[in-house]
């Protein structure tokens, strides 16, 4: 069907890329690469190619290959600042920001007015845990083009992480005047507003966008979560079915959903909302909701121990930065502790990622504190390959009903909670 699309319309760019994306599933990526070569070769000014071929490379596990690629095509067209910038991101998921720092900063000193190169030099230094270097570089940005979006909200994402909320309200309200008809600067002000716990203004914001932006799923999950904070659990679950309706393939948006209704004491209506995802895909991962109801093909390892299993909440203390609770659940007639290899397993959704303190709740305090430590990614049976992992070297002695562990995210920020942690692997 797609080949068919591009032979009737062959200047769309956009149709191509999916069928470069399509050939992977059938032909795998060398011979989706080899299209997208021929697609170029016939647009040579079209970064578009170049930027998929990298991308499937990069998901292929083949970071060698992809910088090579993009490192060839900039080569070939050195002037290119979306080709560099591409790079640059790229350099920053394998782990080399120093390339990346050097490349962009290159750029810079050879023309201080690249605010392409500005743009993308200041967020990889907040990601490296330079604020400092990442304000100069905005601020920089900010002289050439004062009402520079990406800078603006940057800019207020400092602010936050130093609790100046002023400087960060006023920063993302310039945002907002500078694109009135881009729901993301309002996106970022009703954050704010939820991680202050100002529900008032929040719902007030909340219900302004939904007013503006009343397709738009992201919106419509705000909306929801404020009206969470200020105790409105009916609107909440009013928005929400709205939102899933506009998004029915949102994870978070059903992810929110479900553990609302379940806090709700609406456990059937949660179920049917989970039955229909699978029954639309059997393998949609559901993130929160899975770990409730378990997962959809469990393996004989864990088929002796029925659901349910510990859920896990996120939240955002800042945009980069969250703190995870696994709370253990009680069936009614047992309650079910944590402990030994294992103790918590999630998947977080970064490209990179740290992890920070790790504290526990004992059910008594005679307990001696475990020895927790996080073990990266492992394959957890029944659940698929986790990229978060943490044990208790002390195996049950020191069993738990919480645990709590801070992430930071290496590799860019979240807009809510919801956005912290991701789907189950795929079930084995």
Not at 40 to 64: D, F, I, M, Q, W
Not at 331 to 353: I, P, Q, R, T, Y
């Amino acid at each position: 069907m797609l080949q068919e699309a591009v032979i009737h319309d062959p200047k769309n760019a956009s149709l191509k890329a999916d069928l470069i994306r399509a050939d992977v599933e059938v032909d795998g990526v060398d011979r989706a690469v080899s299209r997208a070569r021929q697609f170029a070769s016939s647009e040579p000014h079209n970064n578009l190619y170049h930027e998929v071929s990298a991308e499937l490379y990069e998901k292929a596990g083949r970071t060698g290959d992809a910088a090579a690629l993009l490192e060839k095509a900039l080569a070939a067209r050195p002037s290119d600042d979306d080709l560099a910038v591409a790079l640059a991101w790229l350099y920053t998921r394998m782990g080399d920001f120093g390339k990346a720092e050097t490349l962009l900063t290159g750029r810079l000193q050879a023309d201080r007015d690249n605010i392409a190169a500005g743009s993308a030099l200041a967020p990889l230094y907040l990601i490296a845990g330079r604020p400092d270097d990442a304000k100069k570089t905005y601020d920089a940005v900010l002289s050439r083009r004062p009402d520079d979006v990406a800078a603006l909200i940057g800019l207020a994402y400092i602010a936050v992480a130093e609790h100046r909320w002023p400087q960060a309200m006023d920063y993302i309200k310039r945002a907002r005047n500078a694109a009135p008809d881009d729901p993301i600067p309002g996106l970022r002000l009703g954050n704010l507003y939820t991680l202050r716990r100002d529900w008032k203004n929040a719902t007030a914001t909340a219900a302004e966008l939904a007013e503006q932006f009343p397709t738009n799923g992201d919106v419509m999950e705000l909306q929801a979560r404020a009206q969470i904070g200020a105790g409105d659990i009916d609107g909440a679950i009013s928005t929400y079915e709205r939102a899933h309706e506009i998004a029915p393939d949102s994870l978070p948006i059903l992810s929110g959903y479900v553990d609302l209704l379940r806090s709700a004491k609406k456990d059937p209506e949660a179920w049917t909302l989970l039955q229909a995802a699978l029954d639309r895909d059997p393998w949609t991962p559901i993130t929160r909701a899975d770990l409730l109801f378990g997962p959809t093909s469990p393996n004989s390892a864990i088929s002796p121990f029925p659901a349910p299993y510990a859920p896990v909440d996120a939240n955002l203390t800042t945009f980069a930065t969250a703190t995870a609770t696994s709370t253990s659940v009680d069936s009614g007639a047992d309650s079910f502790l944590m402990g030994g290899g294992g103790s918590v397993d999630v998947n977080v959704n970064a490209a990179s990622f740290t992890i920070g303190s790790i504290s526990r709740t004992p059910l008594s305090v005679t307990f001696d504190p475990p020895l927790l430590r996080y073990s990266g990614a492992k394959n957890v049976d029944g659940f698929g390959t986790l990229n978060l992992t943490i044990d208790d070297s002390d195996d049950f002695k020191n069993a738990m009903n919480s645990i709590s562990f801070v992430i930071t995210d290496t590799s860019g920020t979240w807009t809510t909670p919801n956005d912290v942690l991701t789907p189950n692997g795929t079930p084995k």
